[in-house]
């Protein structure tokens, strides 16, 4: 019997663990891993590569001090804040993420299309209102919404995902500003603010930013006070991004009128999150389980791009 020269352990959804199994057979053997701190750290011991499409579970210099056999990390994602990176540093191994592939994240939407369906059901009070009528009610005074056309989307950081959602705010009839110090140009559509300026103009504010150590905490109490009354404020990018304390504020004060979130510092432990606690009471906050990036097609396309780059490292061979 031939034996597997490296062992590929993936964290992710099954469609992934398929296109990666189709990418690195028969040389690599891919091993799909249940995503606890305990069988990952396990796992890793034996393993030449580890393809994470989860970020369920945190990723520890003490995890990779064992791995012994490890040559590549390769994310399925932009983010890689869930990996401790001074032990792959030490030992030379690389850590892989999708920001190097913008040509084929350019044609990946669905973390953009959350982001406007948290926009929308936050304007119409979608969830309370889907639950009254299971209640046998039928009172729309109860839910009115807010008209989007007209109104301010304001977009922090205006890359892939920022440019999608400024393109659907224009196709609302939304006015779109932006902020990005790091993009020179903006379609002629879209009004470059300060960042204080765009919080203060938006009737929408949208984040959509790399956590780093100049973002992590980035929209602060002070800006999301500058949000007119009545704002929707919609994260999809990073929990750590946020002052959390402060979002929390400007909900029970009133002055919010709403926010969405598809990340929260911490996650996925989140069961005694102060925001997840508020949010079991108050239907003008609005959490899924950092879900954006996940429809089957786009996991698929990623994860075959993650498994590319194991492939180049441990040469396996289709």
Sequence with gaps: MTS???????????????????VLSPGCEVRAIEPSFEAVAAALKSADALLDASMKVRLTDSMFRTAA???IVSCATTGSDHIDKAELQRKQIPLQTLREDQDLLQQLTPAAELTWALILACARRLPAAVDHVRRGEWSREFFPGVMLRGRTMGIVGYGRIGAWVGRYAAAFGMKVVAHDPYR????TNVESLELKDLFASSDVASIHVHLTDETRGLISGELLSRLKPGA???NTSRGGVVDEAS????LQSGS?????LDVLQGEPDINDHP?????????NLLITPHCGGYAPDAVSAVCARAAQKIAEVLHCTH
């Design 256 to 260: 919010l009128g709403a926010a969405g």
């Design 232 to 234: 929707i404020f919609v």
């Design 184 to 187: 020179r140009e903006f379609p």
């Design 247 to 250: 979002l929390l504020t400007v």
């Design 4 to 22: 597997i020269a490296n062992i590929v352990i993936y964290l992710g959804p099954a469609e992934g663990f398929q296109a990666a199994r189709v």
């Design 275 to 283: 925001l997840v606690r508020y949010a079991r009471g108050h239907d």
């Design 69 to 71: 056999r490890l040559k």
